[in-house]
Structures are given as C-alpha cells and as structure tokens.
C-alpha cells in the first residue's frame, strides 16, 4: 500500500490540478503541488525503512500485455537501489515544488505548470520504482514528454517551443535503440523482470548481451545527454528554472545512470559496453566542461556543467563502481539543484536578465543567493568538505586504482582534467555573477535587485546545508552509510578494499583548489576573456554543432521534401495519373469505331465472317 | 436474448436506421440528425452485448449464422464473429456515432443524404467484416464504395469530383482482380455440384502452389490498395484531404482497415504458402512505407495531407506486424488497426474542429492556438501522443508487439522500422508546434473559440479508450489471442 501511495499522490496531485486547477485559488494549487510531493516524500521515508527493502520490496499490480510467449505485469519494485532514487526524486522535488511556489508566482499558466511537474514526478517514481524494464521504459519515455512539456511551457516564444520539440526528438532517437535492446532482452531472458535479472542474464551469449547493452546505453546517451545526442540539455534551459533545477539536473537525466545500476548483472557480463561508456562518459566529460567555460548565458554554463558531471557518473559505471556513481549522482542532485535554485534566484531578481555580461554586483543585494551559489560551486569543484568531494574523489581514485597499467587509463587522466576546468568555469561563473564591475566599464545593473521571497529561499537554504554535509553519506566519519547500503546491493567481484594511496586522496581537491586559482587570476574583477581560437572551437562545440544543424537536420528535411514534391507527386502519382490517361487515351481512339451507323457495323460483321471463313477453310 | 440473430441485428441496424431517416422530413434536420445518432449508438450496444458474450480462448467462429441464398452456385448467407473481426467490428461501431456527430458542424447541405450515406456505409462495413461467404464478403467489399464516392464526391473540398473519381478507380480495378480470383477459387473447390464460396471450406483445402501464388497475388492486390501499400497509396491523400471531417475519420479509421483485415482473413488462411513465400516482399513495402509515410508527412504543408501520409506509415506498420507471422506480431497488428483507428479518426477530429473555426487547413494559416483554446490543446495534445505511441497510451501497446514479432521474425524488420519511431515524433511534433505554439497567427481570430461541449463530446470516448487500451489491452488481447494463435499455426502447418 504504502508503495503505492508514494506514486499515486503526485498522479493525484496531476490529476487535481490538471482537471479543476483553474477554478482553484493559487494557494490551492501550490498546496495540492507541493504538498503531494512532500506527502510522497514523507511516504518514501517511512517505506524506506521497511526490512523487506533489503531483499527487493515487490507489488504487483496488474497484468499488462500478454501475446504470444511474450506477457509482463506491472509491479513496483523497492529495494536499496530505488529507495536511494526514490529519496532523490521525492525529496529534492518536494523542495523544488515549495521553491516554484514562489518563482511562479505571477505566471498565468499557474495550474498547469504545477500539474506538469506533479506528472513529472510520478512518471519519475515510475521510473525508478518499475519492476520490468518495461514499467521502466514507460516512465523513461513519460519523463521525456514531461521534459517537453515544460521546457515548452512559455510555449508562445518559438524558442522555448522548438527547444521542447528538439528535445522530445533527440530523445527519441536514444528511445528506439533502447526499445530495440529491450526487445532483444525480452526474446533472449523470456521475461523483462528485473529482480531475476542477474539469474537470466547469465543464460544469454556474451555477444547478445553486448548487443543488448550497446543498445540501451545508446538510449542512456539520449536521456542523460551524452555525446552524441546531448544537444538537446543546453536548449532545454528555456525551460522555468525550476524545471531545470529538477528535471534537467536533479533527476530525469540521471536516468541513463540509474538505468546501468538497474541492469547491473548485464552490464557486468559485457566487457566491450563497459570500455565504452566509460570512453564516452569521460570524453563527454570533458567536452562539455571546455564549452561550459565559454558560455555567456549562466544557465548554459550550468547545463553544460550538468553534461559533464553526468559524464563522470557514467565514467563510474563504465568501470564497474556503481556505488561511486550512485554516490557522485547523489550529490550533484543537491549541489546542482542549488546551483540552479540561485540562478533562478539571480533571474527572478533581475526580471529575467541570464547574460552573465550583463549582471554582475550581486554580492550585496542578493548576499543568501550569493552564499548558495558559492557553496554550490565549492561542492562542483570537488572542495573539501563539500559533498562534490567525497564523490568525485572517489570515482578518480576507483578510476585510478581499476585502469592502472592499461590504456584505459586515460579516462582516468581526462576525469582529472576535466575536474580542472570544472573549477575554472565555475570560479568564471560565480566572478561574473557576484563580483562587483570592474569601476572602468560603468556598467552598473538596471532596476533594484532584490533578495527571493522566503519560499524560494528556504529549499535554497536546505539543499546548501545537503550540499555542504552530503559527502557524510559516503565519509569513513560517518560510517558510509549510503556506500554501505549500495556496497550491499551491487553484487559485483569484490575490489579488494585497499585504503587509497594518500597523493591520490589528495590529486582530486588539489587540482580543483588550483583550478578555481586558475579562474580567480583569468577573470578577476570580471574580465571577459575570450581564449582565441581554442575558444571559438568550444564555442561552436568542437564544430560538432554545425554538423548537427547543416548536415543531418538540413540534409534529412532536404530528403523529406524530395520524397514528397518529386518522388511523390511526379513519380509515384504520376505514373498513376498516367496510367489512367493511358487508359483515356486507347478508348478515344477505339471510339471512332462506334460511328453508330448499321452499315459500318453490317461491313465489320461481314469483314469478320469473311476472315474466320477463310482461316476455317484455306487454313485449316 | 438468447438465439436472436444478433450479427444480422447488427448487420442490418444501421440500414434500418436510413430506412427511417429517409422518411423523416428533409427540413427537420435537427431529427434526422438525432436519427442518425440513436441507429449508430443502438448498433454499437449491439455490438457491446456481443463483446461481452464473446467466448474467450477459442479459435472457433461464433455467432454463426448461414442461410441459403443461391444453392445452386453454392452462395450461402454466413455470418460469423471470431477474435479477429470483433476488434475491427468494435471499432467501427464506436467510430461511426463519433464521425455523425462531427458532421452536425461539417456537413450543413443535404443532411438527409448525408445521414442515409454514414448509415449505409455503416452496414457495408460490418458486413464486410462479418461475412464468412466470399461472394456476401464482395458485395458488402464493393458495396462500401458507393456511399464512399457520394461522401467524397458531394459533401467534399473544392477537388472533390477528381478525389472521388480517383477513389473508386482505384480501388474498384483492386476489387476486379480479386472478383476473378474468387471465381478460380470456387471452381477448384471442388467437383461441379459440391462447390463452394464458404470461407470454412476453402480454407480447409488450400489450392496447390503455382496457382495459390496467382490467387494470392489478386487478393493481395486488392488489399493493398486499400489499405494503402506502399507505392499504391496514391488515392489515399486526395480523398482524405477532399473528404468531409466525417468522411476523413470514417475513411481513416474504418476503410483502410478493410485491406489489413483482408491479409488475416483472407490472404493467411486461404493462402497459407504464398502468404509464407510472398511475407518478405510485403514486409519490405510495409517498412519502406513506415519511412516514407513518415518522411513526406514531415513536408507537408496541408494538415489533412501530412494525417493522411502518417497514415501511410502507420498502416505499414500493421502491415509488417501481419506478415511477421508471429503470434505477438499478429496481435499487435490487430490491437494496432484499432489504434490507428482511433488515433488517426481523433486527428482528423481535431483538424476538423479547426477548419471548422478558420475554413484552411494550411500549416501556415495557424499559428498561437494553444493559447486561445487551451482546453482543445490538451485533447489535441492526448490525440499525438497517441499517434506517437508514446508508453501509457494505446499506440505503444501495438507498436511495441509489432516490433517484438518483426524481432523475432528477422532483426533487420524491427531495427529499419524502428526509424518509424523516431520519425513519428518528428512530423507531428513539427504540425503540433506550427498550430499550436508560437505568437497567435490565426485567421480570424475571433472564431478561434474553445471546443463547445458538443466537440468535448466527441473526443470524451476517444480519449477514454486511449488510455483503457494503453492500460488494460488484455480486454481486446484476450480476446483475439486463440484465433490469431490458430492462424500462426494454419500458416506456419503449410509447407
């Protein structure tokens, strides 16, 4: 029951305020949004703490298609995987819903903003709390439409619309190939159950698995914005902040990284996908740190940084330390949740204004948002003792310690880079969002910022103090408690559990205290330094952009209109149109027969009887 | 209730219904309206008292009705209800309240003719899907044209009389060939005397092979032009996009289905071989349609022609899910047929309702909508996402099933259809936007009003099955599970 109840408040919340929440007083509808959440939250807490969660907490719910050899049930699966998920999504959403309570305020489309995100977080929980990888897929598939759905929510700017829909289409992309492996899986295992997946995994092919992994990994780079399809993230910022904070960095896209931990037992069979993801994930890592160092508008920076981070998860599953992955996915939910609340908080104050050239002096009047966007920022670039420490620490010492002495270890070489230019661009981002203007530009900001209300200020302060204390849950101080908990779940070859090297413990916040040095000295007094032509190319995203734009989006609307004015209308229907003048054409001519005249019919008898008389007689 | 003719009942109900149209004053609109609305609901309670009677897990035919008709040339009155046409039956009589309903705003002239047309159409269609006789299959087959060409022809946009004409051609010259193949078939059923049109008998005995192949190649003819197959899809966009909004949803949701339902009925069990041989062949056309479908609608500019090209690409895919022969490909043909019935009559609802509004369907007369109409936003929005397939609505069901059987039939089917899924998203999210969102760019924008409740109506239903077959497709899946099970096996015993 009770596992139910935590994904029916946030439908009921949906279908509330989705129905009637027009007719409802704001007050109301931020009540019912919210507080379903927060219901929820409060739901996950108790269930959590459930003994059956250790041994895999299931409820069936109905049967849901059956055909063939092929059937598969509905059901919700609690267990310490989905329960550290279920904790993430309710929690962070629930804050996340008080903070839109006031960065809403004003918005006309009120209810229906609050609606979207309430079916956000249901299709999130089904996501997460789904037995089969298909109750997975299908709130796999339902975050994307929600995704959509928000980013386009100011859906009379073309903008944020076509944002929406690049999104829904990219991701779709990744969702076919994730469909098509999961139809493998279906065909080879008989079943898409997940608790007796590390029982029938082991009966598939070690090729097959390959097959089946590369595919859903490709449907991962869709949904969690790796190279090649991570495109969409960056548009997706003109979406609400809020949404961004939640969906576009919290949660949805952590999607891709839940999923490998869920299909553990496959992804431990298959070596090939392995080297790959963790090639992807830390080369994406990297690229998307250097664009993010280039970026004007701060939610950019934020997205990209988002891309990055997610690399270093997938770079953690790539080389089998789930735990460390879940970990790191763990903290960034707090710390880039934070990041995104403040920048909310910096756009609420000045009317929109996002260009980091144009703001810049905030450091007084919006001193509380300065204070979590600056505890954000040391917890992203891997500081001491902020929770970003603790996990990125661990997943480049678990990268160290498991690609040493192969060529792999290059992963392990561009996570500690990329940890570098992490801090550069957010020590950039900070200079020019807080520092005072340098006094020769005489730029001074418009209008009279001013601090959050307190709704949005309270969830900043609560995911700052997460962000602060959340390496906690993973420091010997305090016993591990999340590792632990996971370290239990993955039942992968033990790593013999040698403390790390001290100079290895201490690389990581080195390079990231250099780092944010590196930045203080590039931009102090918030200069605007462009990098030359290392610039321009990560402006235009190692010219991947282009590509993009011209040749696959150009080239296939160039193939859809040759098909439809050419292929279509001349050929195909052409020959049609042709075949019936054809067929116009012979009765015009066989009609000059029909003269209607009884002589000319009586002379054609009479010709005809004098032709077969004669085949008859002299012929035959 | 027991021992009534039901499927005569049906058959005949909504002819009845003309019948009493007809005699109601030609002034009185308003009544023939209703008229016209009472037969097509009283048929589908008809058809749900048979839903629910419907004896699930076997093969077997029921509701059986045969009577003598022409014993001397062995043409009998059979009628019969099994799991494959009582999706197809269901859904036509669902449909047809909807798109009478739709024509109370779209269809303003002769609105007596236009009530006995739907009606009359409405009886074709069930016989067709009802018949157990090949020669009662032809006449209802042939009969659906002539209500068909009226509708196009007279209620219809400016090309009416070319789309019309092109309608019939077309498809008439499939039905030609299908005639003769009908003719063959009777004659090898046996010695002079003891012949047959009986669709039991004739698929007891399978004619040999090089004969079958030609049968088989005039039936299928016949079939995939109506459905439509790709390349014969031609005739497909100009009627949909002349027809009446009525006509368009009957058209797209019933008529097309006519084809599909042939390949089970007719084309699996009666050529069981050439079905086998010949399933790569249409395979391949079904998935070049699913992409091309796809690829022209995302150029269209017109919004009915970009609905009727999806159609295209849907159609295949229910298409490539017959000729998987798969049992899981079979059902989600079946299960699809309905849903493209659904999704695609709700999407000509929903151009329907703003050509009512604005008299254009161009792409580039729109623009802003979603924040006039709200309300129609979301229904519009429910309606594509079905279209899309997208997980929780009755699309994915279907398309899921489909890809699974193609699967398993040969990977290369699923992995190229696949494109299906991304293109879908592509071309209807790209029509949903350009009406939708943006700054409002309408026609006349003071007629740009939200849906009447008389509009909510008609999409109440469509929009409640959506979700129930997305959700719980066991109630339709059971239901058809041993008679596409039986079908598998007759296809795959024949070699």
Redesign the interface.
């Known amino acids: 029951m009770l596992l139910i109840l935590i994904l029916a408040l946030p439908l009921a919340g949906w279908l509330l305020n989705g129905l009637i929440g027009g007719r409802l007083t704001r007050r109301a509808v931020g009540l019912i949004g919210a507080g379903s959440v927060g219901l929820a939250f409060a739901a996950a807490l108790l269930a959590a703490q459930q003994p059956a969660v250790a041994d895999g907490w299931r409820v069936v719910l109905w049967d849901w298609i059956a055909a063939g050899s092929f059937s598969v049930r509905l059901g919700l699966l609690l267990d310490r995987l989905s329960a550290v998920m279920v904790l993430i999504v309710t929690g962070v959403g629930f804050l996340i819903h008080v903070y839109s309570a006031g960065y809403m305020r004003e918005d006309p489309g009120y209810s229906r903003y609050f609606a979207y995100l309430n079916l956000f977080i249901a299709s999130m929980l089904l996501l997460v709390l789904g037995d089969t990888l298909l109750a997975l897929f299908v709130g796999w598939e339902l975050v994307g439409l929600c995704s959509y759905l928000l980013i386009g929510f100011w859906f009379d700017r073309e903008r944020a619309a076509s944002a929406g829909r690049k999104a829904f289409v990219v991701n779709r992309i990744g969702d076919a190939a994730f469909l098509l492996g999961m139809i493998l899986l279906a065909l080879e295992a008989g079943t898409l159950e997940l608790a007796p997946l590390a029982r029938t995994a082991a009966t598939i092919a070690p090729a097959t698995v390959t097959v089946i992994t590369l595919l859903l990994f490709a449907g991962a780079t869709g949904k969690s914005a790796q190279l090649p399809l991570y495109t969409w993230l960056p548009d997706a910022m003109e979406g609400p902040t809020p949404v961004s904070a939640l969906i576009h960095a919290a949660t949805m896209v952590t999607a891709g990284v839940y999923m490998i931990a869920r299909l553990h037992p496959l992804f431990a069979r298959a070596e090939m996908t392995q080297t790959v993801v963790a090639v992807v994930g830390a080369t994406t890592a990297f690229f998307a740190a250097t664009i993010a160092l280039v970026q004007w508008d701060l939610k950019r920076v934020l997205a990209y940084s988002t891309i990055s981070q997610l690399g270093y998860m997938f770079l953690a599953m790539g080389l089998l330390a789930m735990p460390a992955g879940m970990f790191h996915l763990t903290t960034h939910a707090f710390f880039k949740a934070l990041l995104f609340l403040a920048a909310g908080s910096v756009m609420h104050a000045m009317g929109g204004v996002i260009d980091l050239r144009r703001l810049g002096g905030l450091a007084g009047p919006l001193r509380w948002t300065m204070w979590g966007f600056l505890i954000g920022a040391l917890a992203l670039a891997g500081v001491p003792p902020f929770a970003g420490f603790f996990s990125k620490d661990l997943i480049l010492e678990q990268a160290f310690e498991r690609t040493q002495g192969s060529a792999l270890l290059l992963v392990w070489g561009l996570g500690l880079l990329t940890a570098f230019v992490t801090a550069v661009y957010i020590t950039r981002a900070a200079i020019m969002t807080f520092a005072p203007p340098a006094a020769h530009t005489g730029h001074a900001q418009r209008g009279h910022p001013h601090e959050a209300p307190s709704l949005m200020l309270w969830p900043m302060g609560a995911l700052a103090v997460l962000s602060a204390a959340g390496g906690l849950l993973g420091s010997q101080v305090a016993g591990r408690p999340l590792l632990h908990s996971l370290e239990q779940f993955f039942t992968l070859e033990a790593h013999a559990a040698v403390a790390p090297a001290t100079w290895l413990v201490l690389l990581t916040p080195a390079v990231g205290l250099l780092g944010i040095a590196a930045g203080y000295l590039l931009y102090r007094g918030r200069r605007q330094v462009a990098l030359g032509w290392l610039g321009t190319f990560f402006e235009r995203q190692w010219y991947l952009e282009p590509l993009y734009d011209r040749v696959i989006v150009g080239g296939s609307r160039w193939v859809g209109r040759m098909l439809a004015d050419v292929v279509e209308l001349r050929v195909i229907d052409g020959a049609v149109n042709g075949i019936g003048a054809a067929v116009g054409r012979a009765g015009r001519s066989v009609r000059a027969v029909q003269t209607g005249y009884v002589r000319n019919y009586a002379a054609a008898i009479l010709a005809g009887t004098v032709l077969l008389l004669g085949y008859w007689l002299l012929l035959r | 209730m027991r021992g009534w003719p039901l499927l005569s009942i049906l058959v005949f109900l909504p002819v009845a219904g003309a019948a009493v149209a007809a005699i109601v004053d030609r002034r009185r609109e308003q009544a023939i309206r209703w008229t016209g609305l009472a037969a097509s609901l009283l048929t589908l309670g008809v058809v749900l008292v048979i839903f629910e009677r419907f004896a699930v897990g076997t093969p077997a035919v029921q509701f059986e009705e045969r009577a003598v008709w022409i014993p001397a040339a062995g043409i009998a009155y059979h009628l019969g209800i099994d799991g494959i046409s009582l999706p197809l039956v269901l859904l036509t009589t669902v449909i047809m309240p909807l798109a009478l309903l739709s024509s109370w705003s779209s269809v303003g002239d002769r609105v007596k003719e236009f009530t006995v047309s739907m009606l009359v159409l409405e009886t074709a269609l069930l016989g067709t899907f009802l018949s157990l006789d090949l020669v009662l299959f032809y006449v209802f087959w042939d009969a659906v044209l002539i209500p068909m060409y009226f509708i196009i022809g007279l209620w219809g946009g400016p090309r009416r009389v070319y789309a019309a004409f092109?309608f019939i051609?077309?498809t008439a010259s499939g039905s030609a060939l299908m005639l003769v193949a009908i003719i063959v078939l009777y004659l090898q059923s046996g010695p002079a005397g003891a012949r047959t049109f009986d669709w039991l008998a004739l698929r007891e005995a399978p004619v040999a092979m090089p004969l079958q192949a030609w049968l088989f190649a005039a039936f299928a003819l016949a079939f995939a032009i109506k459905v439509p197959l790709w390349?014969l899809?031609?005739?497909l966009p100009d009627a949909h996009t002349e027809a009446p909004t009525p006509g368009s949803v009957v058209l797209a949701a019933v008529l097309l289905k006519m084809g599909t339902y042939g390949f089970l009925r007719f084309l699996l069990p009666l050529f069981p071989e050439a079905s086998r041989r010949f399933a790569p062949l249409l395979v391949t056309l079904a998935i070049i349609g699913i992409l091309?479908g796809a690829?022209?609608s995302?150029?269209?500019r017109d919004m009915k022609r970009l609905v009727a090209m999806s159609s295209v690409s849907h159609l295949g895919f229910v298409t490539l899910g017959a000729f998987a022969l798969?049992?899981?490909g079979l059902?989600?043909s079946l299960l699809q047929m309905v849903n493209h019935g659904i999704s695609t009559g709700g999407l000509f609802l929903v151009v329907g309702v703003l050509y009512d509004r604005t008299h254009s369907r161009l792409l580039d007369d729109y623009g802003?909508v979603?924040?006039l109409m709200?309300r129609f936003a979301?229904v519009a929005t429910i309606v594509m996402?079905s279209s899309m397939a997208?997980?929780?609505t009755n699309g994915?069901?279907g398309e899921?099933?489909i890809?699974?059987?193609a699967?398993?039939a040969a990977?290369v089917y699923?992995?190229v259809a696949?494109?299906g899924?991304?293109l879908s998203?592509?071309y209807l999210?790209?029509m949903y936007?350009r009406v939708?969102?943006?700054?409002?760019a309408v026609k006349e924008r003071a007629r740009v009003v939200e849906l009447s409740r008389r509009e909510l109506v008609l999409f109440v239903p469509l929009i409640a099955l959506i979700f129930w077959i997305g959700?719980?497709?066991?109630a339709l899946?059971?239901r058809s599970?041993a008679s596409i099970?039986a079908l598998v096996e007759r296809v795959e015993a024949a070699r």
Request: glycine letters at 12%; zero cysteines.
């Open positions: 092109k051609l077309y390349p899809h031609t005739w091309y690829a022209v995302w150029a269209q798969t049992v899981e059902q989600g802003g979603a924040a709200p979301a996402l997208l997980p929780g994915f069901v899921f099933l890809l699974l059987g699967f398993r990977p699923a992995v696949a494109g899924v991304i998203a592509v999210l790209w936007q939708m969102h943006g700054p409002v959700l719980f497709p066991g899946l059971s599970e099970r």
